[in-house]
């Protein structure tokens, strides 16, 4: 069974999530860690529980979801996982760092392509890839059937959406991919974002000011 960990990094205020189960491996998602003390509270908790980094994954590739990226590949060696449309804002992410006055060094390791209906194996723990796009091209979610979570990166807040001004966004997209994607699932089903608080499919379904309906 997975265990959730979450960190807020960043001037952002992104959500960087660990999960690690009783095989003592683990999976980074999203690491936004910025200054060094951030890479510090990252790495004390996964020293702190023994824990194996297996994967380093990213729901999308702004900057504030891939600042510890490097630092993660540099000292558990691991290497991305993305979807394959994310490249681009991969590649863009750096320079995205110095336009907002958050330089950073960019991940420039080997990647690996997740695509829709593909899953992350955890000893008996599974995490089917859902592809949500929108907020970003290539925007992918990880969700456990099996103990109803979704990490579902800028995709849906509490309350709100991911914003789609940024380059590649869409905002028909966005809502297509949250009616067809995330309301599909249980209502009961935990969102994980990548910004802000816990939430539940049908929490947001009532209470979302962008998605209820007319
Ligand atoms: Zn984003
Ligand atoms: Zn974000």
Redesign the pocket.
Known sequence: MFSIASFTFSP?A?NTYLLHNETGDCIIIDP?CYFGNERETLQDYIEKHALRPKYLLNTHC?L??VFGNKFVHDTWQLELYIHPKEQPVLAFAAEAGVQWGMPFSNYEGPLHFLREGEQIRLGNDVLNVLFAPGHSPGHICFYCAAQNFVID??VLFRQSI?RTDLPGGNHETLLNSIRNVLFTLPDDTVLYP??GATTTVGFEKKHNPFLRMP
């Open positions: 952002i992104e936004g702004h504030d979801h990166g800028d991911g990548g910004h």
